[in-house]
């Protein structure tokens, strides 16, 4: 596109102004080809009309669009001139409050006069590692764009610093070293960098002075190398000067100062060191006071001197070289106070008197004489003799200055290098970067020799950069397959032939040097004659002491005065001796010749343009022309040599007033320093150059539908390019880029502005449209709605009349009646409606009422039967208690009566006895009793007949007693019956008992213990009864000995007595005096038959009794009373013992039915023992299985595990089901064994009752056959039975009792049995699921399943045993082997934890003080080991931090402290610690976890970092929402931008879930998870925010929207993980109010009170940086404006926030290490196997 057809209407063009040198206007009207005048309408709004060529029309320069205004490098700017540049600086300076902008390659910095924020330690790191343009223009960029070209090349790099005095060189270099020494941290004790730094303040005290532009002037030009070794750390540093202005030390001009180093030492004359110095105020030396300016404002030159002390001292530069330094820094001031006098005919003198004389000669060691004599005259060799001859008095001042001038240049030289020996450490330099400070290009009033050497300094780094430069943007297009045209640009060639060639101006000045008589004034005149055809050189017109040169930057004039003096520097040779032979040898070495030939020594030869000219006196050697080209030349071969970076500083004003923009000053610098030049080369070719994606992404609004459905954007960008610029001269398509010329990106910036405006005008159009027609519409409705109102009104009044009221009256008395009926009728049917609802309501209420009556009258029966049952129930339970009572109470009665009637017994045995004796004495009465004996046997006979007949009766009652048994065995199978219901009633109970267990099933694990101590308990009980058992048949069969002892006694009584009775048989015919006494012995007979019949009567219902209490609760009472007698039937002994008997037989016969029974049910209970054996039998094979499962599951798994990962909690729930399945195991065994013992005990107890049962009962048999033996038989037999009695009825509570409990266990070990079974199938399941993610176990489980087995896991205290010599092997293995990937750990990740404190509870019980401390030690020692191996392993740190804090947990929780022991459980609370306090171990623990802790978090840091700003920032995570602006920045050809790997927010997150997850597998514990969220999240938002502050392109309101939505998905991401309470979504609120502020309004007064309110995290500086960065993106967006920026600085003065404008990214949050019990049973625990910890022993 042409250039002409720019100029239209509403484009605005910069004209020339004689105040500000430019200033804006908009076209009004546009131009066409022919017209002879452009109007404009200036800012004022003031039309003005200006003036163009018709012909040939020469068109002011266009102003580049606002939204390229303020960019980051001025060759971005689509139209590239001097005025664009202008202004772009300004807008960046004045109102964005920036001082660095590019410019191509070169980084411009505009002095503030102001400290500004932007150079802490923290925008340091920040630029580290950043591309070039990737951030805010900065020196940081350029020195970090230096270093990282070192390091990436291998090559040297060098920064060059120019601009005027006071533009902020020194400052600007200062901080590039600073960065160096940042950045490059050795490490090392010797602290080069440090060294580095501290030489500045030392250079600029004895190089810096004050002129009238700066108060810290460098006069000198400094070249500093900054040594790299191999790893790119400072190793060393070295400095070359230039020029040193040697004439400031004599002369200083109005308001200027000399240098520093004098003023600091006259402000601390009065310290002790320096008395003997004799110094006196400034003003007092006349080299202090000529420019009448002492003192700098807001210097303190007392508090400088201890800067320059403390530096020199830093450095090395001991008390005695500094104390040398400032003898000869007096000895110069006290030399210029040296009084010359003119004593005539040209001739001088000094008085001997004069005290600075004596001072000057005693501090530098000279003769006083030798001094006086050589300033006043001077030495003339001759051919033949040599003269002393006097010099007048201007020459011997002169003399004077120039040895004061020697004398500092030297002092200089020597400072120098001795800072350059201490900056040179041992080492090897690999590359080293080159900081050149050196002053601008200089023009003043009266230009002297130094301004000649300066400016020529600067005409050749100006060749060298204007050929880099050429360089640069010849690869920039040779990169992109760019056609190569050649540039015309500026070469310096002439003008730098014109002052170093053959006959130039400094070969005609030395040659003119030469020559004592040659003046100045003849040194111009040859160069009038001989350079006066150079069209570079002029003579004025109006002096004949200047001359002319044509710089590149400007015409200077130069006053010839002084030229020829300056370049010759001479010193009197008889002064250099006086020096030389001084007593003071730090002075005296100044002047040697091997020192002052040293200068040259290490420099190159330098070929001159012209032969040199042998000079004739020593001392004119060489001049300081010369010098100065020798170290120029060296300068720029090593500047040729490296890689140059520029920047250039620029002075805004002259006042040093803080961001003043004097636009005049300005662009006189940017003339002289190139920047301008740059410009004009880059408009010359190509100067915007867009990427293909920026291209698109901007311009997309300009394309067709059909372009915008290409899938390839290069090609897109192409077609669309071809089609809105016609002429293909005005672009290129490169390789990653398109290039366009200048004002090709305005025009496209135009048509695009053009196309959003045509579519606003197009939605405007149509809003407005159709707010009208809703207007419209609206005004038509309410006319319609009043046309009706008022034809109704007009109509009315037409047709009312009389009659029409009438009618109207009628038809109103009609219509009321009509709607009275119609209401009446709508009324009735409502009420029938509202009574029939009531009516079915009522009903439906009383039904429910009369159910609900019913079912409480049926509760209240059910109630009453319920309550009577249990009443009954109570009643039957005490009825059966009393009973009891009542029983136990007769047997006692029982017992009594026994023990009487055997005390009968023995009575009436004593009382035979005696009849026995009585019998003996008068066997001779027996004789004559014979007649009477055959009666009584007569009578016996007839006795025995009786007893027959007894018999026969008797054997009847047997027959009634077999009925009665008949009728006993129905009411046997009645009470089988009846046992049958109780055995039903006895299974629901067992069934109500098995539902209460299932129900209680859920409680079962929680009381497991408590059942397990229970189940302990009873058992001991049941052994109690079983011994009180065992003791009480013990205690029965001594009784049954003693009762047989008793029935033998019976017997050998009853046997004496029977041999007595036939011995008597015997001899009844033998004493026949017996007879007398028969009838008396008849008599005596009948006594004892009445006796032995009240007896037997006795005896009779004593039996009776008895058989009614042994069957009463056996027969039934019809069955008991035929058993008993009447009293009708035979009265003898026999029928009542044989009632007894029957009795007896039955009583038997019951019992062996119940133990038939207790038999059965004894063989049922074996016969379900036998099923539970079997049961058991089957789990344990199906155990096996699954085992055998699991193996064959592990097998395939540890195949598969290193290409998998693990999940932590389905890794511990298969842990606690394996623990689990190890319990229930053990219970299963322990309750099978329980079970057994108790089964045959009670076999055992059962098998011996029944077999004394017997015994018993035969004995019983044997003993019935005699009277008297069955009644002492019966008597014990009695007791006897109703002991058994007693003790069967115990057996049998006993034996209930034991059922009940079986049943119980066997109930529960059933319903644990199916609840096992299903729960295996459940893991079963779980486990095929996890078959690819769980490593195998096999050992650890088969060792596990074997201490399961053989062990009780309740036995085990909880220690691990070791023998000291295996504690190497326990630390290797536990620590340093420790992977954390491996199965065990995934399973409990605390294992080497918990491990390590079992052993250390050993060594505690064991009470080995030695043996502790060994072991805490050697673990605190590999901890510390595997963290200093792995310092990076983010794995590694997770699962070490996650065990050291869990041990320290341990070491709490088990000290015994009280408050560490409230959660502990009562075992763990017996497991304490006993015998040592291992507080400082846990100490010593604590600061290694914060050290593993602050390690951690830096690697999670460093790994996060490089995600951060692109995924925070430059990624768009709003799709359809641009917020980026093309930068159309220039990047080095050299640089390196990697774009493939771009990162998202999403990147951040998946990097936060793998810290998370990791940590979570780890088993950390959530407190420390929180803590380490909450410091990433500071990290990011620091980060983040940081990038804002130094990146002005980020500051607009679409990204801060971007932010806002990135910021909500870290919020979620918080809520997914449950980590709310982390408080980590607090430190993003200086971030999110950032870009809070970004979004909101910022025009009016209540905008910027809002902000003051609502942006409480940011201090004034940070809020001001972002308004002041506020870039818009479109045209329709504003910038904030300055009024608005002072308002908000207004009203944040009140606030005393930090002034630092960054967030400190490596701020840490203080870590806290709360307590956190364990819940981990240490007794529980198993070491696997895997872990290689066989040699250690579980207690």
């Not at 230009?447 to 050497?453: G, I, K, L, M, V």
């Not at 000079?615 to 040599?641: H, I, W």
Request: net charge neutral; hydrophobic share 35%.
């Amino acid at each position: 596109m042409a250039l002409l057809e720019l100029y239209t209407e509403y484009n605005r063009v910069w004209i020339p102004d004689e105040e500000n040198v430019w200033k804006s206007a908009e076209i009004l009207r546009d131009f066409l080809f022919g017209d002879d005048v452009l109007e404009l309408l200036l800012e004022d709004e003031t039309e003005h009309y200006y003036p163009v060529d018709a012909a040939k029309p020469v068109l002011p320069p266009l102003r580049n669009p606002d939204i390229l205004v303020g960019e980051n490098d001025l060759t971005a700017l689509s139209y590239l001139h001097e005025p664009a540049v202008l202004h772009n600086l300004k807008v960046r300076f004045v109102e964005s409050k920036i001082i660095y902008t590019y410019c191509g390659i070169i980084l411009v910095a505009v002095n503030p006069y102001k400290q500004l924020p932007v150079y802490g330690d923290a925008i340091i790191h920040a630029y580290s590692g950043q591309n070039m343009g990737d951030m805010d223009p900065h020196i940081f960029a350029v020195a970090e764009e230096a270093y990282k070209q070192m390091a990436r090349n291998h090559k040297n790099q060098s920064i060059i610093v120019s601009g005027e005095s006071g533009a902020g060189k020194t400052v600007s270099a200062r901080y590039a070293m600073r960065y160096f020494a940042v950045v490059s941290k050795s490490g090392s004790k010797t602290r080069v960098e440090d060294k580095v730094l501290a030489s500045n303040p030392i250079t600029e005290a004895i190089g810096n002075a004050k002129t009238t532009r700066n108060d810290n002037s460098s006069r000198f030009g400094k070249y500093t190398e900054i040594s790299f070794d191999r790893k790119y750390q400072i190793i060393g540093a070295n400095m070359r000067t230039y020029l040193l202005e040697k004439s400031r030390v004599i002369f200083q001009a109005e308001n200027e100062r000399n240098y520093h180093i004098f003023y600091q030492m006259c402000s601390c004359a009065d310290l002790p060191e320096f008395k003997n110095l004799k110094l006196l105020s400034a003003d007092k030396f006349r080299y202090t006071c000529m420019g009448g300016e002492i003192s700098i404002e807001g210097v303190d030159d007392k508090k400088d001197l201890e800067e320059t002390r403390r530096t020199f001292s830093l450095l090395g530069l001991k008390d005695d070289f500094q104390s040398q330094v400032f003898k000869v820094l007096a000895a110069i001031l006290h030399l210029g106070n040296l009084e010359i006098r003119d004593s005539g005919d040209d001739k001088s003198s000094v008085p001997s008197t004069d005290p600075h004389l004596a001072v000057f000669c005693e501090l530098l060691g000279v003769r006083t004489d030798e001094l006086v004599r050589w300033l006043c005259h001077r030495r003339i060799v001759l051919v033949a003799e040599t003269l002393v001859k006097p010099v007048p008095m201007e020459k011997a001042v002169n003399a004077r200055d120039a040895l004061a001038k020697q004398i500092y240049a030297h002092l200089f030289a020597c400072i120098i290098t001795r800072l350059n020996k201490v900056l040179q450490v041992p080492g090897k330099q690999h590359a080293f970067i080159g900081v050149l400070d050196i002053y601008g290009f200089e023009t003043f009033d009266i230009n002297s020799f130094e301004q000649f050497c300066i400016n020529y300094a600067n005409e050749k780094l100006q060749q060298q950069f204007n050929l880099h430069v050429f360089k640069l943007e010849q690869e920039e297009y040779m990169k992109e397959d760019i056609p190569w045209t050649l540039i015309d640009f500026y070469d310096n060639q002439p003008v730098i032939d014109l002052i170093e060639a053959k006959m130039g101006i400094l070969d005609l000045l030395d040659e003119e040097c030469l020559f004592p008589q040659g003046t100045d004034q003849s040194w111009l005149q040859k160069l009038y004659n001989y350079l006066d055809p150079n069209p570079l050189f002029e003579k004025p017109r109006l002096s004949n002491e200047a001359f002319v040169i044509q710089h590149f930057a400007d015409k200077v004039e130069y006053q010839c005065k002084g030229f020829l003096e300056k370049n010759r520097d001479a010193l009197y040779e008889e002064l250099v001796e006086v020096l030389r032979g001084s007593k003071f040898p730090f002075l005296a070495n100044f002047f040697q010749e091997e020192e002052r030939s040293s200068v040259n020594r290490r420099g190159i030869k330098v070929r001159p343009a012209r032969p040199g000219v042998k000079p004739a006196n020593k001392q004119l050697r060489t001049s300081v022309g010369d010098k100065f080209c020798s170290s120029l030349y060296l300068l720029m071969e090593t500047l040729n040599a490296t890689t140059p970076h520029y920047v250039r500083c620029i002075k805004p004003n002259d006042e040093k007033l803080p961001f003043e923009y004097d636009s005049r000053r300005v662009v006189q610098q940017l003339r002289a320093c190139g920047v301008l030049e740059t410009i004009r080369i880059s408009a010359q070719s190509y100067p915007s150059r867009w990427t293909y994606i920026e291209f698109y992404s901007r311009y997309s609004i300009l394309m067709t539908h059909q372009e915008t459905g290409l899938s390839d954007k290069k090609h897109t960008c192409t077609t669309v390019l071809q089609r809105l610029i016609q002429d293909s001269n005005q672009y290129k398509f490169g390789r990653t880029k398109i290039f366009f010329r200048a004002g090709q990106v305005a025009y496209l910036e135009k048509l695009r502005l053009d196309r959003l405006r045509g579519a606003c005008v197009t939605i405007q159009k149509r809003v407005r449209g159709w707010s009208q027609r809703r207007k419209y519409l609206r005004m038509r409705e309410a006319a319609i709605i009043l046309q009706q109102y008022v034809r109704g009104k007009r109509t009315v009044r037409k047709t009312v009349s009389a009659a029409a009221l009438k009618q109207g009256w009628a038809a109103m008395v009609i219509q009321r009646h009509w709607r009275g009926y119609r209401m009446r009728q709508v009324y009735q049917i409502v009420r029938l409606s509202s009574i029939t609802i009531q009516a079915f309501t009522r009903g439906w209420m009383a039904r429910k009422k009369y159910k609900k009556m019913v079912e409480e009258h049926k509760a209240l029966v059910i109630q009453k039967y319920a309550r009577a049952w249990l009443a009954r129930r109570r009643f039957q339970t005490m009825r059966r208690l009393v009973i009891n009572v009542q029983l136990s109470f007769r047997v006692q009665q029982l017992r009594k009566k026994i023990e009487d009637q055997s005390k009968e017994n023995r009575g009436l045995v004593e009382r035979l006895t005696s009849l026995a004796s009585s019998h003996s004495q008068s066997m001779d009465k027996l004789h004559s009793l014979e007649a009477q004996l055959e009666k009584s046997t007569n009578q016996k006979v007839s006795v025995e007949a009786k007893e027959k007949k007894a018999r026969e009766d008797a054997s009847v009652v047997i027959a009634q007693l077999q009925k009665e048994l008949s009728l006993l065995a129905l009411d046997k199978q009645n009470l089988e019956r009846e046992f049958d219901l109780s055995t039903k009633g006895v299974k629901d109970n067992f069934d109500h008992i098995k539902r209460n267990l299932q129900e209680q099933k859920e409680n079962e694990a929680r009381f497991r213990k408590i059942a397990e101590n229970n189940i302990e308990i009873q058992r001991q009980d049941q052994e109690k009864e079983v011994e009180a058992l065992r003791e009480e048949i013990r205690r029965l069969k001594e009784e049954r000995v003693v009762l047989q002892q008793k029935i033998e006694e019976g017997r050998n009584v009853n046997a004496d007595l029977q041999d007595q009775v036939i011995q008597l048989t015997k001899h009844v015919k033998a004493i026949p005096e017996l007879r007398r006494d028969l009838h008396s012995l008849q008599n005596q007979r009948n006594n004892m038959d009445r006796t032995m019949r009240e007896q037997s009567e006795q005896a009779k219902a004593k039996m009776n009794e008895m058989t009614r209490k042994l069957l009463v609760g056996v027969v039934e009472e019809d069955v008991l009373s035929g058993l008993i007698p009447n009293e009708d039937e035979a009265e003898d002994l026999m029928s009542n013992f044989d009632g007894l008997q029957k009795a007896t037989r039955i009583l038997e016969n019951h019992q062996r039915e119940q133990k038939d029974n207790y038999e059965t049910q004894l063989e049922g209970l074996k016969l379900k023992l036998e099923h539970l054996q079997n049961e058991n039998s089957k789990l344990q094979n199906l155990f096996q299985e699954k085992t055998n499962v699991n193996e064959n599951i592990r097998q395939e798994v540890s195949r598969l595990t290193s290409d998998n990962s693990v999940i932590p909690e389905l890794k511990l729930q298969v842990s606690e089901l394996q623990r689990h399945k190890q319990e229930l195991e053990v219970d299963l065994e322990e309750k099978t064994r329980d079970l057994e013992d108790k089964t045959r005990e009670i076999t055992n107890v059962l098998q011996k009752k029944i077999a004394e049962e017997n015994a018993q009962h035969r004995h019983f048999k044997e003993q019935a056959e005699e009277l008297e033996e069955v009644k002492r038989e019966l008597q014990d037999k009695i007791e006897e039975l109703q002991e058994e009695n007693e003790h069967f009825r115990r057996l049998q509570l006993i034996e209930s009792e034991s059922k009940g409990r079986l049943r119980q266990e066997a109930s529960r070990l059933t319903t644990e049995n199916m609840d096992f079974e299903e729960q295996l199938d459940k893991k079963d399941r779980t486990i095929k699921k996890l078959q690819k993610q769980i490593k195998s176990f096999e050992t650890s489980q088969r060792a596990a399943k074997g201490r399961s087995v053989d062990n009780n896991p309740k036995d085990y205290l909880g220690m691990l045993e070791y023998k000291r010599e295996d504690e190497s092997r326990l630390i290797q293995n536990i620590i340093l082997d420790m992977k954390p990937r491996g199965v065990v750990v995934n399973m409990l990740p605390g294992l080497p934890a918990y491990v390590s404190f079992m052993c250390v509870r050993h060594a505690d019980y064991l009470n080995d003080d030695a043996r502790l401390k060994s072991l805490m030690n050697s673990i605190i020692r590999a901890i510390k080991t595997v963290i200093m191996i792995h310092p990076k392993d983010f794995e590694i740190l997770s699962f070490w931090l996650s065990n050291t804090y869990q041990l320290l947990n341990c070491l709490k929780q088990y000290s015994g402290e009280e408050e560490f022991m409230k959660h502990s459980t009562p075992h763990q609370k017996k497991n304490c610690l006993q015998n040592f306090d291992l507080s400082e171990h846990r100490q010593i623990l604590s600061d290694l976890a914060i050290h593993i802790y602050h390690q951690f978090i830096t690697v999670m840091e460093k790994s996060l970092t490089p995600a951060i700003v692109p995924g925070m920032l430059v990624h768009e995570s709003l799709q359809g929402i641009s917020s980026m602006k093309p930068s159309g920045f220039r990047k080095r050809s050299n640089s390196i931008y990697d774009e493939a790997d771009t990162h998202t927010i999403s990147s951040i997150l998946q990097e936060l879930s793998v810290f998370h997850s990791t940590m979570s597998q780890h088993g950390m514990e959530e407190g420390l998870i929180r803590q380490a969220v909450k410091q990433l999240f500071f990290l990011v938002g620091a980060t983040t925010f940081n990038n804002i502050m130094l990146r002005k392109d980020m500051c607009s309101c679409r990204k801060g929207m971007q932010i806002r939505c990135n910021i909500s998905y870290l919020e979620e991401w918080l809520k997914e993980k449950g980590l709310q309470s982390a408080n980590a979504i607090d430190t993003l609120r200086p971030l999110a109010q950032a870009a809070w502020l970004l979004q909101v309004n910022k025009s009016t007064d209540e905008d910027a009170r809002e902000i003051n309110e609502k942006c409480t995290e940011l201090n004034p500086v940070q809020i001001v940086k972002i308004l002041n960065s506020y870039t818009p993106i479109d045209d329709f967006e504003k910038r904030v404006g300055s009024s608005f920026v002072r308002k908000v600085q207004a009203l944040l003065q009140d606030r005393d926030d930090s002034t630092s404008m960054m967030l400190d990214t490596d701020y840490r949050f203080q870590v806290t290490f709360p307590f956190c019990p364990s819940s981990q049973a240490l007794e529980l625990l198993q070491v696997p196997n895997s872990l290689n910890l066989s040699f250690l022993t579980r207690i």
